[in-house]
């Protein structure tokens, strides 16, 4: 309890809202009561010996100043200057480096930088740095795209924040301006010279398909192939399988189980079960296949699978976690093929309440491998030829799904929103279109038992006392909550001052369907806490739920794995020796969340990627969005039908002058009133697009009819001069 409640009070303490209170107020507005305070004194007072938290004037707590010297990661800009995160959060923040002491970092560097302190700018400190160190190289390697300018050749790196680096022998594997390449950096940048590289690798013109994917592999240093020791291992393992003794497993074989997935899945991790029990109860079976019984501890296969955390989804290709024999083969649960899998049966009374939870190894057939899209039109009543029993599990699936939503939206389960894109391929890789992904419910339907399975399983470890990867999400900071209701109401919601869980159901049902939707699905996400994996036991606020962790997805997540490991020494009655720690927990924790936030932004980096190079091939034409974002260098927008974000520069809203107002969250015109805020509908022309920095540039279409409203008013005064002028001649004639 004293780490979760040290992880709460620096949550609230880096909040920009935060103003120094005294400890007995700061407990006040974290939501402890009389019975946690001695704990919250305890929490407090490590934090103070350990220097991350200070008590100033007045007794007032803050997080400490800027020390003399602070260790952090260094961000580059395009104009020269950069600022350091420091790793031990502070009052100030990042800290301002100026061009001229930046020495030679670049983006992503670990540094050591001195601090000075400045003059105030009204009521802030400022601070600005000089590095001093360089401690750690981000990376020496950088992806990008080759340019020439004049006689040298350049390659312009992938990303928001980089610097140019300068190549000395192009020719030496025949690149050309526009190759997208790989570049290791022999020389750092100067202030007065450019970073030198030389080409490691030529990945093909920029725009093609597996140019791109190669480019985001070697950017994020994503895993790909598997070294020999690892494909032998899973052999073996597969080969045992087929020889193997389960006769002490439950044997499901006869019963009817289903898998549905998307229709590219070839790893089928999860299948289901449902019995409906005389007493008028069901019970839920939730069956998952059995990696930990292939994937044994410490061997070279279970080290690389740590390593890489997790497998990854890019668009048009998978990056598995473990060997495709595994992935694909003897783990994926195939329709009428024997597998092993871990069941968790979780009955259920007709309000969805949980009566029971047993859990087994057991073994089972598949009696069908269903798609979202196949599942919804049955269940709708569409014809089908699946057999009748089939048929019938499908439509108690939706019947029992829905009794556990309602439940689990009753006790406070939070249901953002935030329609996913599909893209459409040609047969050459190209992106031709995309459109909004399938969002049937029989999505829900899985949705609703994997969380009911990995639920049931947490309470089992928790009740075993055993320490275990759990799947954290911390209730949002009090300061979060009460700047999320401001911002709610100035987006025209009626909303309370401190909206709990609740009243965040109310708002997003509220806002269902209308322009406004996205942004506020948008802004209470970024009010939240990321989920992340730890041992804290925290529980997961989205969910509403106490205890919480990833059991059903062992093929691609290796968190689900470790806990698979755990399920197995309960199952057997095993004590539970030599498993990991709370500490290591802790720290392959920290590993997993950032091999997940890897995967994430990889993905994300290649979708950007080929719905903009399929934007760039329709340059002038429109698109119906909505206003997502605000700044005081423009208006960000939401288009709906690609679900990628653009930008009206500030300078090219109109011909008026546009002004950001952060109070009343809006840009408007300073002569014509007109007004800009967040969750308007808004049609947009496509103007540019940067490939490099990933960013779309768009106009609003109003602004466009402006000008020709004012080339139409021009030509009529031109007109109309001609005309007096043409008067006033005559009359001089005369």
């Given at each position: 309890m004293v780490d979760v409640l040290k992880k709460k009070i620096l949550t609230h303490l880096r909040h920009r809202e935060y103003k120094p209170v005294k400890a007995a107020d700061l407990a006040e507005s974290l939501g402890l009561k009389k019975d946690d305070m001695e704990t919250f004194q305890d929490a407090f007072e490590q934090l103070r010996k350990d220097g991350l938290v200070v008590i100033g004037s007045k007794n007032f707590v803050s997080l400490p100043p800027p020390g003399a010297k602070i260790y952090g990661t260094f961000r580059g800009t395009t104009k020269g200057f950069g600022f350091v995160t420091p790793r031990d959060a502070n009052s100030h923040g990042d800290v301002f480096i100026p061009e001229d002491y930046k020495k030679n970092a670049m983006t992503g560097d670990t540094v050591v930088a001195t601090v000075t302190k400045e003059e105030k700018r009204g009521k802030e400190e400022r601070y600005s740095g000089k590095i001093?160190?360089?401690?750690?190289?981000?990376?020496?390697?950088?992806?990008?795209?080759?340019?020439?300018?004049?006689?040298?050749?350049?390659?312009?790196?992938?990303?928001?924040?980089?610097?140019?680096?300068?190549?000395?022998?192009?020719?030496?594997?025949?690149?050309?301006?526009?190759?997208?390449?790989?570049v290791e950096i022999i020389s750092f940048q100067t202030k007065n010279e450019f970073a030198r590289g030389v080409l490691i690798e030529v990945l093909g013109k920029i725009g093609k398909y597996k140019t791109e994917i190669d480019a985001v592999i070697r950017r994020f240093a994503l895993r790909q192939e598997f070294k020999p020791e690892c494909l032998d291992e899973a052999g073996r393992a597969a080969r045992d399988f087929e020889m193997g003794d389960y006769s002490k497993r439950l044997d499901l074989s006869e019963k009817i189980i289903v898998t549905i997935d998307p229709p590219d899945a070839k790893d089928f991790d999860d299948a289901i079960s449902i019995d409906?029990?005389?007493?008028?109860?069901?019970?839920?079976?939730?069956?998952?296949a059995d990696v930990s019984t292939f994937v044994r501890p410490d061997l070279a296969?279970?080290?690389?699978?740590?390593?890489?955390?997790?497998?990854v989804y890019l668009p048009g290709l998978v990056l598995p976690m473990l060997p495709e024999t595994l992935s694909n083969g003897v783990c994926s649960l195939q329709p009428a093929q024997k597998r092993l899998t871990k069941s968790a049966f979780i009955t259920y009374d007709n309000s969805g309440k949980v009566l029971r939870e047993e859990f087994a190894n057991s073994i089972i057939h598949s009696k069908a491998r269903l798609t979202y899209t196949e599942a919804d039109e049955i269940i709708k009543g569409g014809k089908t030829d699946r057999p009748q029993e089939v048929i019938a599990l499908l439509r108690d699936m939706e019947k029992l799904a829905k009794t556990i939503e309602a439940r689990r939206r009753y006790e406070g389960m939070l249901h953002l929103d935030l329609p996913d894109t599909d893209l459409?391929?040609?047969k050459a890789g190209q992106v031709i279109d995309a459109h909004p992904a399938d969002a049937s419910y029989p999505h829900t339907i899985i949705?609703?038992?994997?969380?009911e399975a990995n639920e049931a399983v947490a309470r089992m470890l928790h009740s075993a006392k055993v320490p275990f990867m759990r799947r954290i999400h911390p209730d949002p900071d009090s300061l979060s909550v009460k700047k999320l209701g401001e911002m709610l109401k100035m987006f025209g919601v009626t909303a309370p001052r401190n909206p709990d869980r609740f009243d965040l159901q109310k708002i997003l049902d509220a806002v269902k369907g209308k322009p406004r939707a996205y942004a506020v699905n948008i802004y209470i996400l970024r009010s939240l806490s990321k989920a992340e994996y730890s041992p804290l036991n925290i529980g997961h606020y989205a969910l509403a739920s106490r205890h919480y962790c990833h059991f059903t997805s062992p093929i691609r997540r290796y968190a689900d794995l470790l806990v698979h490991r755990l399920f197995d020494m309960y199952i057997n009655k095993e004590d539970f020796n030599n498993v990991p720690s709370h500490e290591e927990l802790i720290e392959t924790g920290r590993h997993l969340n950032f091999t997940e936030e890897k995967a994430d932004d990889a993905e994300e980096d290649l979708k950007a990627v080929l719905i903009l190079q399929l934007l760039q091939k329709r340059l002038g034409e429109t698109m119906e969005g909505v206003v997502s974002g605000l700044a005081n260098f423009g208006i960000f927008v939401q288009c709906n039908k690609f679900g990628i974000e653009g930008l009206?520069?500030?300078?090219?809203?109109?011909?008026?002058?546009?002004?950001?107002?952060?109070?009343?969250q809006c840009v408007y015109g300073q002569r014509n009133g007109k007004t800009y805020h967040i969750g308007m509908p808004i049609t947009v022309r496509i103007a540019s697009v940067n490939m490099s920095a990933r960013q779309l540039n768009v106009v609003p279409v109003e602004q466009e009819n402006e000008k020709r409203e004012h080339k139409r008013e021009h030509k009529k005064e031109r007109i109309k001069g001609k005309k007096i002028k043409k008067e006033k001649s005559k009359k001089r004639k005369k």
């Open positions: 001093i160190e360089i401690v750690q190289r981000a990376n020496n390697r950088f992806v990008g795209t080759i340019i020439k300018k004049k006689d040298f050749y350049f390659l312009l790196p992938d990303g928001k924040f980089t610097e140019l680096i300068q190549i000395d022998d192009v020719t030496a594997k025949n690149a050309q301006p526009d190759d997208k390449a790989v409906k029990n005389r007493d008028g109860t069901f019970t839920l079976g939730v069956h998952i296969l279970d080290s690389e699978a740590g390593k890489r955390g997790n497998s459409v391929f040609d949705e609703m038992f994997m969380v009206i520069p500030i300078n090219l809203i109109g011909k008026d002058n546009y002004i950001y107002d952060h109070r009343a």
